[in-house]
């Protein structure tokens, strides 16, 4: 079996791989444990410096595994899924993401949480939770309107609507946008560049621009994962994921109810 994430390291810089292109680098529970790993351990590792992290094949990621997250839905505590968000608030080293292709649901959202996001002019965004009868997660309830302002937040979070890298970019959710063949190499070139600076001084620089809003967003979190284990136990949850893996629309006319209603 391929490894669905690959990791390399040199010269202070932590490659990380999403490798299921197949599946659009879609994230099981044990992919997000195992990131949750190697973040944690990338964290107290003196050889790693920075953090490059892209997808396999035409796609960063599509977001969760809708099979494996229907027969493994996160509850409100310590889910495969919590474990890597709190393992991304906490990483104080600089982490560059390369994007190509679909960034959905927790595909866009883990953006929210790196230093330096490089997309294609093939990028496409969304964060479609509504649509799915769920909730955003990842702390973006709190990241995207302090990222981008209320207005903007609500917009992509309510409305769910597919965005490219040109609005990905007018929204502040990207640092460039770059040609196909250059991604990879762009990004790659911006974790030297960032290996070879005082790792003290980065890492400590970092928390100096994290560490105001930490504790706010460790709050969104939790109050995120609180209300998502109660929505995706719906019954609106439960058609519209199931309308996704059939491929037709969802009939929400005979739901409604959530799962602490029901």
């Not at 669905?4 to 444990?33: D, F, H, W």
């Not at 970019?169 to 960032?194: F, H, Q, S």
């Not at 994962?225 to 929505?231: D, G, I, P, T, Y």
Request: contains cysteine; aromatic residues 6%.
């Amino acid at each position: 079996m391929t490894d669905e994430i690959i990791t390399e390291q040199s010269e202070g810089m932590l490659s990380i791989t999403l490798n299921r292109p197949e599946k659009r680098n879609a994230l099981t529970s044990a992919m997000y444990l195992k990131l949750a790993e190697i973040f944690s351990d990338a964290a107290g590792d003196e050889r790693v410096r920075v953090v490059l992290w892209y997808g396999a094949g035409e796609a960063f990621s599509a977001g969760n595994d809708i099979g494996d997250f229907l027969k493994n839905p996160p509850g409100p505590g310590d889910s495969p899924q919590a474990k890597l968000m709190h393992a991304l608030l906490d990483f104080d080293k600089p982490l560059v993401a390369a994007v190509r292709g679909a960034a959905v649901g927790s595909g866009t959202t883990i953006l929210l949480h790196c230093d330096f996001v490089y997309a294609s002019e093939t990028a496409k965004f969304q964060m479609p939770f509504i649509n799915l009868a769920l909730v955003p997660e990842f702390g973006s309830s709190s990241l995207a309107p302090l990222a981008m302002g209320y207005l903007r937040a609500a917009e992509l979070i309510l409305l769910g609507a597919p965005f490219d890298a040109t609005r990905a970019a007018e929204l502040g959710l990207i640092t460039a946008i770059v040609a196909d063949e250059v991604l990879l190499p762009t990004a790659t070139e911006t974790a030297r560049k960032l290996a070879v600076k005082p790792a003290g001084a980065l890492q400590a620089s970092k928390r100096l621009l994290k560490d105001p809003r930490r504790a706010q967003i460790r709050a969104a979190m939790k109050a995120e994962n609180e209300a998502f284990s109660v929505e995706v136990r719906s019954e609106d949850a439960k058609e519209a994921l199931n309308a996704f893996l059939e491929k037709r629309p969802p009939d929400f006319s005979r739901t409604g109810k959530t799962a602490a209603a029901a």
